[in-house]
C-alpha cells in the first residue's frame, strides 16, 4: 500500500536542502550542476523513502534503478539526477515552483511533463481495461503512441520514460510475477518501437523479451528452453569460431574484437511467425559481432569471411552503404562453414567500427550530454558542439511521427492535434485550440448541445478556453436544451473543430424546419376544417399529393412552396378524373357563322359541350382528339395522351375528330398546362423559376416540389394561351442555376 506523504510548500521545500541554499542572486538562474545527482537524491529521499508504486516496488529503488539504466544509455549526472525528482513532484504543493527554485527551470519543466505523461499512461491503461468511450485496447494503444509522441518535445521525457518502463519489467521479472496485461503490450507497441526508431538497441531488446515473456509466457519458456538445451555446445562452436576469426584478421592487419552475439528471444519468434520456420531454421542463433578501427577494415574482414566461408547472397545487407532510417550501420552476412565437403549450420556475422557500434548498442543516447553549467544552467542543448546529433534525434522522432501520420506531408502529429482525457480516462483527439466544447461534441452530440460549463483538471474553465495536451475534461451538461448562438461565432472562439461547427448548425438548422413544419400543419389542418374533412389522415392525404410523409407535406406548405389550392381540388374532385370542368378557362361555344370561335368545333356535331382533359391539359396548337364521355360530353386530349389512346383501344366507337376553332387575340382565352422541372436542389430554386414566369408574364396557379437526396422535382400549372410560345420560355427556365431539364407533361 501507498504510504501518504505529507505535501511540502515552497518553504518546506526549500528547508529540506539547507546544504544548498539559494541566494536571490541565484534563484534566477539555474543552479551549478556540481553533484547534481547526489542533490537530487537528498531532496527526493525523504518525499519517496517509503513510497511504494504501483507495482509494490519501493519508489526510491525504482528511482536508483532509473538513474542507473539512464548512465548505461549514456546519460548524463544531470539526466540521472532527474530520475528523482520525477517521483517527487506528487508530494509538492507548487512542484514546478520548488524544484525550479532549487534546481532551475528545466528541471522543473522536465519532472513536471514526465509525471503529467505517468499520469496520462496510468489512467490510458485503466481505460483500456474497461473502456467506455473509445473503441478498445487497440484504439487507446494507438493513443497512448501518439500521445507519447506529443509531450517529447523535450528528448529528455523519452529518456527518463524508457528507463522508467524498462526497469518496471526488470523488477516483475525479478520478484516472478505477471505485470498488468496493458502495461506489457503498451511496453511491446509503444515503448520498444520508439526505442527502436531512436536506434537504442539493448533498451528495445530487452523490453521485447520481457514483455513478450509476460504477454505470452508459454511461449517464452519454449524458445528459451529449445536455446537452453544447445547452449553448452553453440557457446563452444561460439568461442572456437570467435577465436579462429580473431587470429585470421589480426594476421590481415586488421585489429578486431569478436565476440559472440545474443539473441533476443522475441526477435526469433518473429522470425520463425514471420517466414513460417521451425525453430532450427532461424540464421542467427549462432552469431558473432566483429568490431574493428575504420570502415575500411569494415570491408578487409567481410573480404576475408567471404572468402573462408560459404557466402547466402540473399542474406547479405550493407547498411553502411546504405544506414537505417534511424542511422544503424553495419554490415550484416550470413555464411555456412564447409566441413567434409558440406555447408555446416549457418552464422551471421556483423562487421561494424566502433563508433557504428556505440550507436548501435546506445543509439542517440551515446550523443545526449548536456552543459549543465554557465549562466544558463542545464538548458537542455548539446555540448561539444553536437548541433548535428540533436537534428538526428528531431528527425527520428519526427519519422515516428510520419509513421503514424501515414507519411503525409503536413499532416504531423505535433502540427494540429492534441490528446485530452475523459473522466474515465478515454483519450480524446482534438484540433489544435479546441475548446470543452469540440470535446464535449466529440464525445457526443448530445453532450455537445447540452454543454453548459466544464471542469479542466478539476478547475472551473470558461467554455472558450483552449485545450492542452494531457489535460482531463469533465462536461457540465444540462438534461436538455440547445447550444448557443455564439458558439458560431468565430470571434468569440468557442469552436475549433468543423464538425463540432457543423453539429451546431445543424442544431439551428433542425429548429427552423421544426416550426416551419408547425406553420404548415397548422395551414394544412385549417383547409381540412373548412372542407369538412378533419377525419381523413394526414398521411393518405400527403400520399395522394405525392409527398413521403406529412411532415414533407407541412414543411413545403410552411415555406409557401406548395398551393393549399391543391389540397382543395383533391378534396373536391370533378365527377370524370380525366375531366377537369371549369378549371382555368372557359371554352366558348361555336355560334352561327362563327364555328368554336376560341374554343374547340367538333366536327359535325354542332352545340356539344366539350371539356379539357386534366390529364395531359391540350392547348393550341396542339394536336388533339375527342372522346365522347357518358354524361358528361366529349373530353378534348393531345393526340399523344396515354390515357386517350388507352380509352380508344377499348371503345374506338366513341374517338370523334375534333379541333381548335378560330380565335381572336382579344378573345383572352387561356389554357391550364403542366410543366415538369428537375434541378439539383439549392436554396432560392423555387423562387428563381417563379421569377421566369413572371417576367414571362405566365400566371402560375399551382406548384407541386418534392426533394430527394439533393434533387428537386417540381411540377408548375400554368396558364397559356398559346403552347408555341410555352416552348421558348422553358428553354429559359432550362437556363437557371441547378435545372437539368424543363418540359411539358
Same mark, same amino acid.
Given at each position: 500500500?501507498?504510504?501518504?506523504?505529507?505535501?511540502?510548500?515552497?518553504?518546506?521545500?526549500?528547508?529540506?536542502?539547507?546544504?544548498?541554499?539559494?541566494?536571490?542572486?541565484?534563484?534566477?538562474?539555474?543552479?551549478?550542476?556540481?553533484?547534481?545527482?547526489?542533490?537530487?537524491?537528498?531532496?527526493?529521499?525523504?518525499?519517496? *523513502?517509503?513510497?511504494? @508504486?504501483?507495482?509494490?516496488?519501493?519508489? =526510491?529503488?525504482?528511482?536508483?534503478? %532509473?538513474? #542507473?539504466? &539512464?548512465? !548505461?544509455?549514456?546519460?548524463?549526472?544531470?539526466?540521472? *539526477?532527474?530520475?528523482? @525528482?520525477?517521483?517527487?513532484?506528487?508530494? =509538492?504543493?507548487?512542484?514546478?515552483? %520548488?524544484? #525550479?527554485? &532549487?534546481? !532551475?527551470?528545466?528541471?522543473?519543466?522536465?519532472?513536471?511533463?514526465?509525471?503529467? @505523461?505517468?499520469?496520462?499512461?496510468?489512467?490510458?491503461?485503466?481505460?483500456?481495461?474497461?473502456?467506455?468511450? &473509445?473503441? !478498445?485496447?487497440?484504439?487507446?494503444?494507438?493513443?497512448?503512441?501518439?500521445?507519447? @509522441?506529443?509531450?517529447?518535445?523535450?528528448?529528455?521525457?523519452?529518456?527518463?520514460?524508457?528507463?522508467?518502463?524498462?526497469?518496471?519489467?526488470?523488477?516483475?521479472?525479478?520478484?516472478?510475477?505477471?505485470?498488468?496485461?496493458?502495461?506489457?503490450?503498451?511496453?511491446?507497441?509503444?515503448?520498444?518501437?520508439?526505442?527502436?526508431?531512436?536506434?537504442?538497441?539493448?533498451?528495445?531488446?530487452?523490453?521485447?523479451?520481457?514483455?513478450?515473456?509476460?504477454?505470452?509466457?508459454?511461449?517464452?519458456?519454449?524458445?528459451?528452453?529449445?536455446?537452453?538445451?544447445?547452449?553448452?555446445?553453440?557457446?563452444?562452436?561460439?568461442?572456437?569460431?570467435?577465436?579462429?576469426?580473431?587470429?585470421?584478421?589480426?594476421?590481415?592487419?586488421?585489429?578486431?574484437?569478436?565476440?559472440?552475439?545474443?539473441?533476443?528471444?522475441?526477435?526469433?519468434?518473429?522470425?520463425?511467425?514471420?517466414?513460417?520456420?521451425?525453430?532450427?531454421?532461424?540464421?542467427?542463433?549462432?552469431?558473432?559481432?566483429?568490431?574493428?578501427?575504420?570502415?575500411?577494415?569494415?570491408?578487409?574482414?567481410?573480404?576475408?569471411?567471404?572468402?573462408?566461408?560459404?557466402?547466402?547472397?540473399?542474406?547479405?545487407?550493407?547498411?553502411?552503404?546504405?544506414?537505417?532510417?534511424?542511422?544503424?550501420?553495419?554490415?550484416?552476412?550470413?555464411?555456412?562453414?564447409?566441413?567434409?565437403?558440406?555447408?555446416?549450420?549457418?552464422?551471421?556475422?556483423?562487421?561494424?567500427?566502433?563508433?557504428?557500434?556505440?550507436?548501435?548498442?546506445?543509439?542517440?543516447?551515446?550523443?545526449?550530454?548536456?552543459?549543465?553549467?554557465?549562466?544558463?544552467?542545464?538548458?537542455?542543448?548539446?555540448?561539444?558542439?553536437?548541433?548535428?546529433?540533436?537534428?538526428?534525434?528531431?528527425?527520428?522522432?519526427?519519422?515516428?511521427?510520419?509513421?503514424?501520420?501515414?507519411?503525409?506531408?503536413?499532416?504531423?502529429?505535433?502540427?494540429?492535434?492534441?490528446?485530452?482525457?475523459?473522466?474515465?480516462?478515454?483519450?480524446?483527439?482534438?484540433?489544435?485550440?479546441?475548446?470543452?466544447?469540440?470535446?464535449?461534441?466529440?464525445?457526443?452530440?448530445?453532450?455537445?448541445?447540452?454543454?453548459?460549463?466544464?471542469?479542466?483538471?478539476?478547475?472551473?474553465?470558461?467554455?472558450?478556453?483552449?485545450?492542452?495536451?494531457?489535460?482531463?475534461?469533465?462536461?457540465?451538461?444540462?438534461?436538455?436544451?440547445?447550444?448557443?448562438?455564439?458558439?458560431?461565432?468565430?470571434?468569440?472562439?468557442?469552436?475549433?473543430?468543423?464538425?463540432?461547427?457543423?453539429?451546431?448548425?445543424?442544431?439551428?438548422?433542425?429548429?427552423?424546419?421544426?416550426?416551419?413544419?408547425?406553420?404548415?400543419?397548422?395551414?394544412?389542418?385549417?383547409?381540412?376544417?373548412?372542407?369538412?374533412?378533419?377525419?381523413?389522415?394526414?398521411?393518405?392525404?400527403?400520399?395522394?399529393?405525392?409527398?413521403?410523409?406529412?411532415?414533407?407535406?407541412?414543411?413545403?406548405?410552411?415555406?409557401?412552396?406548395?398551393?393549399?389550392?391543391?389540397?382543395?381540388?383533391?378534396?373536391?374532385?370533378?365527377?370524370?378524373?380525366?375531366?377537369?370542368?371549369?378549371?382555368?378557362?372557359?371554352?366558348?361555344?361555336?355560334?352561327?357563322?362563327?364555328?368554336?370561335?376560341?374554343?374547340?368545333?367538333?366536327?359535325?356535331?354542332?352545340?356539344?359541350?366539350?371539356?379539357?382533359?386534366?390529364?395531359?391539359?391540350?392547348?393550341?396548337?396542339?394536336?388533339?382528339?375527342?372522346?365522347?364521355?357518358?354524361?358528361?360530353?366529349?373530353?378534348?386530349?393531345?393526340?399523344?395522351?396515354?390515357?386517350?389512346?388507352?380509352?380508344?383501344?377499348?371503345?374506338?366507337?366513341?374517338?370523334?375528330?375534333?379541333?381548335?376553332?378560330?380565335?381572336?387575340?382579344?378573345?383572352?382565352?387561356?389554357?391550364?398546362?403542366?410543366?415538369?422541372?428537375?434541378?439539383?436542389?439549392?436554396?432560392?430554386?423555387?423562387?428563381?423559376?417563379?421569377?421566369?414566369?413572371?417576367?414571362?408574364?405566365?400566371?402560375?396557379?399551382?406548384?407541386?416540389?418534392?426533394?430527394?437526396?439533393?434533387?428537386?422535382?417540381?411540377?408548375?400549372?400554368?396558364?397559356?394561351?398559346?403552347?408555341?410560345?410555352?416552348?421558348?420560355?422553358?428553354?429559359?427556365?432550362?437556363?437557371?442555376?441547378?435545372?437539368?431539364?424543363?418540359?411539358?407533361?
Amino acid at each position: 500500500m501507498k504510504r501518504e506523504q505529507p505535501q511540502l510548500s515552497s518553504a518546506d521545500a526549500a528547508a529540506s536542502v539547507v546544504d544548498y541554499p539559494l541566494s536571490a542572486a541565484t534563484a534566477d538562474r539555474a543552479p551549478v550542476i556540481d553533484n547534481m545527482l547526489a542533490r537530487a537524491r537528498a531532496f527526493a529521499e525523504p518525499l519517496i *523513502a517509503d513510497e511504494t @508504486l504501483d507495482t509494490g516496488e519501493n519508489t =526510491l529503488e525504482h528511482a536508483d534503478a %532509473v538513474a #542507473a539504466i &539512464v548512465r !548505461g544509455m549514456g546519460g548524463s549526472e544531470a539526466m540521472q *539526477a532527474a530520475s528523482y @525528482l520525477v517521483y517527487s513532484c506528487q508530494h =509538492l504543493n507548487r512542484p514546478q515552483e %520548488v524544484i #525550479a527554485k &532549487v534546481f !532551475g527551470d528545466n528541471f522543473a519543466a522536465l519532472a513536471v511533463e514526465t509525471t503529467k @505523461l505517468v499520469h496520462v499512461q496510468k489512467q490510458a491503461r485503466s481505460a483500456t481495461i474497461n473502456p467506455r468511450e &473509445v473503441d !478498445g485496447a487497440s484504439s487507446q494503444t494507438e493513443n497512448v503512441r501518439k500521445m507519447l @509522441l506529443a509531450f517529447s518535445r523535450d528528448l529528455r521525457v523519452v529518456m527518463l520514460r524508457l528507463a522508467s518502463r524498462l526497469q518496471t519489467l526488470r523488477h516483475a521479472a525479478a520478484i516472478k510475477q505477471p505485470v498488468n496485461e496493458s502495461v506489457a503490450r503498451e511496453s511491446l507497441e509503444v515503448f520498444a518501437p520508439l526505442a527502436n526508431r531512436l536506434g537504442i538497441w539493448q533498451i528495445k531488446w530487452e523490453i521485447e523479451d520481457l514483455s513478450f515473456r509476460f504477454l505470452e509466457p508459454d511461449t517464452y519458456k519454449l524458445i528459451a528452453r529449445l536455446l537452453d538445451e544447445k547452449r553448452v555446445e553453440r557457446e563452444e562452436y561460439v568461442e572456437q569460431l570467435r577465436n579462429r576469426l580473431e587470429r585470421a584478421l589480426a594476421n590481415e592487419g586488421v585489429r578486431a574484437a569478436v565476440q559472440g552475439r545474443p539473441k533476443n528471444i522475441y526477435s526469433i519468434v518473429k522470425k520463425m511467425r514471420g517466414k513460417s520456420l521451425d525453430f532450427g531454421q532461424v540464421f542467427d542463433i549462432i552469431a558473432l559481432r566483429v568490431v574493428v578501427a575504420d570502415v575500411k577494415d569494415c570491408y578487409t574482414a567481410l573480404a576475408w569471411v567471404h572468402t573462408h566461408f560459404q557466402a547466402l547472397d540473399e542474406e547479405f545487407d550493407d547498411y553502411i552503404a546504405r544506414p537505417k532510417p534511424n542511422g544503424y550501420q553495419s554490415l550484416h552476412t550470413v555464411v555456412r562453414e564447409v566441413m567434409d565437403g558440406a555447408p555446416g549450420k549457418p552464422i551471421e556475422i556483423q562487421i561494424r567500427t566502433e563508433q557504428m557500434h556505440d550507436h548501435a548498442e546506445h543509439g542517440v543516447a551515446a550523443h545526449w550530454a548536456y552543459k549543465e553549467a554557465g549562466h544558463k544552467g542545464y538548458a537542455g542543448v548539446w555540448a561539444g558542439g553536437e548541433y548535428d546529433a540533436k537534428i538526428a534525434v528531431l528527425r527520428q522522432l519526427l519519422a515516428w511521427e510520419r509513421d503514424l501520420s501515414g507519411g503525409l506531408q503536413g499532416q504531423g502529429l505535433f502540427d494540429d492535434r492534441i490528446y485530452v482525457l475523459t473522466p474515465d480516462a478515454a483519450i480524446v483527439e482534438l484540433p489544435q485550440g479546441a475548446t470543452p466544447v469540440d470535446f464535449a461534441y466529440s464525445v457526443h452530440t448530445s453532450l455537445g448541445h447540452r454543454c453548459r460549463g466544464a471542469r479542466v483538471d478539476g478547475a472551473m474553465v470558461p467554455l472558450n478556453t483552449p485545450l492542452q495536451n494531457g489535460q482531463t475534461v469533465e462536461i457540465v451538461a444540462a438534461k436538455e436544451g440547445g447550444p448557443s448562438r455564439d458558439w458560431l461565432n468565430a470571434e468569440l472562439g468557442y469552436l475549433a473543430s468543423h464538425r463540432a461547427r457543423a453539429k451546431v448548425r445543424a442544431w439551428f438548422n433542425a429548429q427552423i424546419t421544426h416550426e416551419t413544419v408547425a406553420r404548415g400543419r397548422e395551414a394544412v389542418e385549417r383547409v381540412l376544417q373548412r372542407e369538412g374533412k378533419t377525419s381523413i389522415k394526414l398521411d393518405d392525404l400527403a400520399s395522394q399529393l405525392g409527398f413521403k410523409s406529412a411532415d414533407q407535406l407541412f414543411e413545403v406548405v410552411g415555406k409557401d412552396e406548395f398551393s393549399l389550392r391543391n389540397i382543395e381540388m383533391l378534396l373536391r374532385p370533378p365527377p370524370d378524373p380525366l375531366l377537369a370542368p371549369g378549371e382555368g378557362v372557359v371554352i366558348k361555344k361555336a355560334r352561327a357563322g362563327n364555328s368554336g370561335k376560341g374554343g374547340v368545333l367538333v366536327v359535325g356535331v354542332s352545340s356539344l359541350m366539350t371539356q379539357l382533359a386534366k390529364c395531359c391539359r391540350p392547348a393550341p396548337p396542339d394536336a388533339i382528339r375527342g372522346f365522347v364521355t357518358r354524361g358528361h360530353g366529349v373530353s378534348i386530349h393531345r393526340s399523344d395522351c396515354s390515357n386517350f389512346r388507352t380509352m380508344a383501344s377499348r371503345d374506338a366507337a366513341r374517338v370523334i375528330e375534333v379541333e381548335w376553332g378560330e380565335r381572336k387575340a382579344e378573345d383572352g382565352s387561356v389554357y391550364a398546362v403542366d410543366v415538369a422541372v428537375e434541378a439539383a436542389d439549392r436554396q432560392g430554386l423555387l423562387r428563381d423559376i417563379s421569377d421566369v414566369f413572371a417576367r414571362e408574364k405566365m400566371n402560375v396557379i399551382g406548384v407541386q416540389t418534392q426533394s430527394l437526396k439533393g434533387t428537386a422535382w417540381m411540377t408548375f400549372t400554368i396558364e397559356i394561351a398559346d403552347a408555341g410560345r410555352l416552348k421558348q420560355v422553358l428553354a429559359v427556365v432550362a437556363s437557371v442555376s441547378g435545372v437539368r431539364s424543363a418540359r411539358r407533361r
